[in-house]
């Protein structure tokens, strides 16, 4: 018999027939005859914007990216279960979090007005489709249920030694294991009506324990599986691939011929059910090709933030985004024989422009002798009277926090640019500019803005942004609907 194909979800098995995927992953179950998932959201937590009522506090951003995942793979797990699947759900610690709705409270007007996010709670277990009501509560005293547990007796001698549970699960569900005192549900199975396939939640375990990986500090192996964890990892499989041989078994149905598939089999009150089926997928096409036109725009207008962190193309182009919203006329000029980064004119003046991005270093000269190429070139055209003025746009220690990095050009670069009356415009500093202006039509701001680069020698010092007239609130209000 053939290797079950096996997936984990949010944990690792030392076993290359077990193959890891991400939590933010747009993976499909259906490639896979068996899956273990984990919803640990803890990276989340980790990119949270602030707190509210004691809980993490996600990003307008972040919040649409973890509602989207959790809705990806409720889909995905109960597609799986259809398909004749079996997904194993350890029951992680419950976490709890807030995420923005979309919506917004205003209150005062002009300068004093001020905006409060609306958000509404949140967890981890959004993402199962049971609809389970986890309540945090932990132990390791646990035992089989009297019914429903047959499926998973020979995985719980093996692995009840290092399960415990860290939820208690209320609602209507059909448990397999219960607390040894107070018989409070910390398993439960769910069964297809339809196919083979089956949900088991089942109490945690701890699958990085320390004894899994090699210690040894600065060695060659330091942080590869131990054979313990292989030992582990090989139980494990044998468990889960057994347990699924025996769901599949007791509950093999037969595929449907195709003669009892005709119409005048059907009941009425399915051929109703049907149509009412095929509304619901004309409305969710439509709600789906909304969805994708706002993902698709809040990618473009994500793209300036390329000035803070890119090098190359992306932010040649993030540049020419920023200098279009400053009001002034771009383009990228190639015409087989020079090559220019960006060509940007105004009423002004007319200008050239070359990008560097570094890694971990600040910008140097090699750039101003490109740019001084490109100056000449393009004054050997016929149609070029005059000079333009030449703008170096740097972005150095890109990887780096805004506020830690260090100078943005070297010294020879900064005099080097005086003596050709270069501007040196850092990136950021930019993307300040453009930021404000995407939201603000300020043309007086602007063309000081256009100003201060047409005529800085050296680093451009933009004009300050304006301050803005709405603030929004650091805390956000539940959403009380």
Known sequence: MANKKILTIGLSLADEQAEFCEFDSD?????????????????????????????????????????????????????????????????????LLSIATGKKEYSGTGRNQKVTRIVTGYDNYQSIPLGLKPITSKGKEIKLSAKNSECISSYWHEFSSVSSYKVIIEGEVSPCLLTKHGDKVVGTIFRSKNSSGALLCLPDIDFYPESFFIDEEGGENEGDWTSEARQFASRMIKSIVSMEKSLRSSAELTPEPDWAKDIKYKLSQEKLASQSLLKIERNLEVIQAKKEAIIDEIKDLGRLRNLLFEKGKPLELAILDALKIIGFEVSQFDNGESEFDAVFESKEGRLIGEAEGKDNKAINIDKLRQLAMNIHEDLERDEVSEPAKAVLFGNPYRLQSIDERPEPFTLKCISAASTSSTALVFTPDLFLVARYLKDKRDAKYAAKCRKAILTAIGKVDFPDVPKEAVTEDELPKNDEA
Request: with cysteine.
């Open 27 to 95: 993976t499909s179950l259906l490639d896979w005859d068996i899956i273990l998932f984990k919803p640990d959201i803890n990276e989340y937590l980790y990119r949270r914007e602030s707190t509210f009522e004691g809980k993490p506090c996600l990003s307008d951003d972040q919040s649409f990216k973890l509602r989207a995942q959790s809705e990806h793979w409720r889909r995905e797990i109960k597609a799986a279960i259809e398909h004749g699947k079996l997904v194993l759900v350890f029951l992680s610690e419950l976490t």
